[in-house]
């Protein structure tokens, strides 16, 4: 990227269980790094990029192909934090760093809770955050060495979360 454009800015991954606190630190990040945040769901819900509704998991199947049309010139550019609760589908051309934010149970449970989640939603988030899964994704899907993870649970990880996510960027300029 550096190649075309000096001055670009780096795409930044920000992916986790749902509401492990993924846009919670994203606003502050946008708003402290100047970057853009491209909340992947809300994206696909303004454009109607959302094939169909899972009524079992009371969720919506994103239309991932049009999502990363839509995205795909805004990445060009540089300088988004994108979110999105899930990560094995974006290209692995687009972020210089990935980011995990992960919460523990009891915390997550009650924000989920609060969300009115069914049962069965409730359930397989809360599993899906036991076993790591995103993790192992983010893993899976982009080099080691830029996946990191992030805890979510409180106003006092965010601030640390704020300043790792800074050193890596200050870090990233240096290069
Ligand atoms: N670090 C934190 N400290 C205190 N409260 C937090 C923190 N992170 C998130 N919360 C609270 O937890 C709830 C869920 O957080 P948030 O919306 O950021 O989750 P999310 O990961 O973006 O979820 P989704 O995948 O649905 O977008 C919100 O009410 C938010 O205010
Ligand atoms: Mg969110």
Redesign the pocket.
């Known amino acids: 990227m550096s190649d075309q454009n000096a001055d670009a800015k780096p795409n930044i991954l920000i992916t986790g269980t ?2 492990a606190g ?3 630190l ?1 606003e502050r990040l946008a708003e402290q790094l100047k970057f853009d945040w491209l ?1 992947c ?2 994206i696909a819900k303004e454009n109607d990029y959302i094939e169909e509704h899972d009524e079992e998991y009371d969720c919506p199947i994103l239309d991932e192909e049009r999502l990363m049309d839509h995205l795909e010139p805004l990445m060009q550019k540089g300088g988004n934090i994108v ?1 999105y ?1 899930g990560c094995d589908f974006f290209p692995e051309r687009w972020f210089q760093a990935v980011f995990v934010v992960t919460c523990p149970n009891k915390t997550l449970y009650d924000r989920l809770k609060e969300r009115n989640y069914n049962e069965k939603k409730l359930s397989s988030n809360i599993e899906c955050e036991i076993f790591g899964t995103i993790l192992e994704e983010a893993r899976d899907s982009y080099k080691a060495d830029i996946v990191h993870e992030l805890c979510g649970e409180s106003a006092a990880d965010a601030d640390k979360s704020l300043k790792t996510v800074k050193q890596w960027y200050r870090m990233w300029k240096r290069k």
Do not use: I, L
């Open positions: 749902p509401g993924k846009s919670y994203c909340d769901s809300k979110e609760h």
